[in-house]
């Protein structure tokens, strides 16, 4: 089709992953399945995804139930603040695992672009979980030091440093005790390190496999739960390390600092997995390097020599404009021009503007579109779909 003397020629190409869920739908009769769905994955889970997601799941099942059972007993509150966390790892599971099949379904009628940006609302749930999570645990450790700071203001002699611990504490009163309980009392045993110590091991295990699942799948959801994974194993080190220090230096307000340490870390990683989720909903573009990658895959089709300068779509020359090398040149192919691409999930959407011959046919053009959609694809595999725009020039007047 051509119109004011620039033939639009969009030919998508599709790939579709196969999904255990059924066809989603905001109709009457199919809202609000989102349970029946969640069963459906749990039962037929068959992708890398899944699995690894479902391992984590029962992972954490087992991990929250044995370190809040030893933190109650054994008067850990540093383990029952990672048996808290684990928690919250659970119902990261069950959204990641709900994201990651809903995203592998095909295009509907309602989503005629597909799901995959429901794979960057898991991220986004996943990250605020984690920001949640270490604003609980900064709470409840800095509570649990002025405790201790308290018992010091007690036993310290009148001066500088004796306002300072009160004024500490004072202000203390302000501040709402996010999931501390100040009934929860007793001699800790130092056996309670050993249930640390698994999680520690279990949790750094489950970010390895997750995370290279997830590298291999280019899924941000997956990433995200592994992130999710290694916090947890950072506040089971804490809790390892608070529980052996509390045991060996019971004076040591261990405990708390270090809780206060770790709610800092995830509080990172959380706005760090946020922000790049917060970029795909607004379509930001893909980083310069993977845009690189794309522009020079290209380079081999172009013909050569380029013409002279031509009028352009634009009134300026994109940067994203790449000139021919000669290479394995395809000869209709003069320029590559206006090269965006975006993010939807795990997919990448691209669409670009081909400066070609204004003697090509339309099968010639239609050929060269699916020549230039399989070398984006081959370059970077979560290409998804690809739309080329065609600008017909002359040639014989570029030359003149």
């Not at 500088?160 to 007793?186: F, K």
């Not at 750094?204 to 994974?229: C, F, G, M, Q």
Request: glycine letters at 8%.
């Amino acid at each position: 089709m051509t119109q004011n003397g620039v033939t639009h020629h969009d030919h998508t190409h599709d790939k579709h992953s196969h999904s255990l869920f059924h066809s989603h739908s905001h109709d009457e009769h199919d809202h609000g399945h989102d349970a029946e769905q969640i069963v459906q994955a749990l039962k037929t889970a068959g992708d890398r995804g899944s699995r690894i997601t479902l391992i984590g799941l029962f992972a954490n099942i087992a991990l929250t139930g044995a370190k809040g059972f030893a933190g109650w007993y054994m008067h850990s509150a540093s383990l029952l603040a990672d048996a808290g966390h684990s928690l919250s790892d659970l119902l990261g599971d069950f959204i990641t695992l709900f994201c990651w099949k809903l995203s592998r379904k095909p295009p509907s009628k309602r989503y005629p672009y597909g799901f995959a940006k429901f794979e960057t609302l898991g991220t986004t749930t996943v990250s605020l979980l984690l920001i949640g999570g270490a604003l609980g645990i900064g709470f409840h450790s800095y509570h649990l030091l002025v405790e201790a700071l308290g018992t010091t203001v007690s036993t310290t002699p009148p001066g500088p440093l004796h306002d300072l611990l009160q004024q500490v504490t004072s202000i203390a009163d302000n501040v709402p005790a996010i999931g501390h309980s100040h009934g929860h009392t007793g001699v800790l045993d130092p056996n309670a390190a050993w249930f640390a110590a698994v999680s520690v091991v279990a949790k750094e295990w489950l970010y390895r496999v997750t995370k290279k699942v997830a590298d291999d799948e280019h899924s941000p959801v997956l990433y995200a739960n592994a992130i999710h994974h290694r916090s947890d194993a950072y506040s089971s080190v804490v809790a390892l390390i608070a529980i052996i220090g509390s045991w060996l230096f019971p004076a040591l307000p261990l405990d708390p600092i270090g809780g206060l340490l770790v709610s800092f870390v995830i509080l990172k990683q959380g706005f760090d997995l946020f922000g790049g989720a917060f970029a795909d909903l607004t379509d930001a573009g893909i980083s310069e390097n993977s845009h690189r990658k794309l522009v020079e895959a290209l380079n081999p089709l172009l013909s050569s020599p380029s013409p002279s300068p031509s009028p352009s779509p634009s009134p300026s020359p994109s940067p994203s404009s790449v000139a021919g090398n000669g290479h394995h040149a395809t000869t209709e192919l003069i320029a590559i021009r206006h090269l965006r691409a975006k993010r939807a999930g795990s997919l990448i959407y691209v669409d670009l503007t081909a400066v070609v011959s204004s003697h090509m046919t339309v099968s010639s053009t239609s050929e060269l579109e699916e020549k230039i959609s399989r070398t984006l694809k081959e370059v970077r595999r979560e290409v998804s779909e690809v739309r080329v725009k065609f600008y017909p020039i002359d040639m014989a007047a570029a030359r003149n």
